[in-house]
């Protein structure tokens, strides 16, 4: 069993960034970020692959405004948010792969809110 605690999220204004950690109680395959704003399906976000030399993914709705990394001995994953918008209001939630076949452990969840 592992457990996944994130923090990070809170209020922040349109065009201001936000830094998302996310602290597995265990050694996972990969780690990522998915969110799901209000009344929306839950989305992907970005990922990154610790057993592939630390490859990384994203969401196209997040190229080149987020980026992922992360502490692999501590298995430990941060969210960079930059230039943040009104649509990245979600809860973010970090989830892990800790058997290569697919996310099986996920967080509780962090509210992320942008005002325009």
């Known amino acids: 069993q592992v457990q996944l605690v994130e923090s990070g999220g809170r209020w922040v204004q349109a065009g201001g960034s936000l830094r998302l950690s996310c602290a597995a109680s265990?050694?996972?395959?990969?780690m990522g970020w998915f969110r799901q704003p209000p009344g929306k399906e839950r989305e992907f976000v970005a990922a990154?692959?610790?057993?592939?030399?630390?490859?990384?993914f994203y969401g196209d709705s997040v190229k080149g405004r987020f980026t992922i990394s992360g502490d692999n001995p501590k298995n430990t994953v941060y969210l960079q948010m930059n230039s943040l918008k009104p649509e990245d209001t979600a809860v973010y939630y970090c989830?892990?792969?800790?058997?290569?076949?697919?996310?099986?452990?996920w967080g509780q969840g962090t509210q992320v809110t942008v005002s325009s």
């Open positions: 989830a892990a792969d800790v058997t290569g076949a697919g996310y099986n452990y």
């Open positions: 265990g050694r996972t395959f990969m």
């Open positions: 990154i692959n610790w057993r592939s030399g630390d490859n990384t």
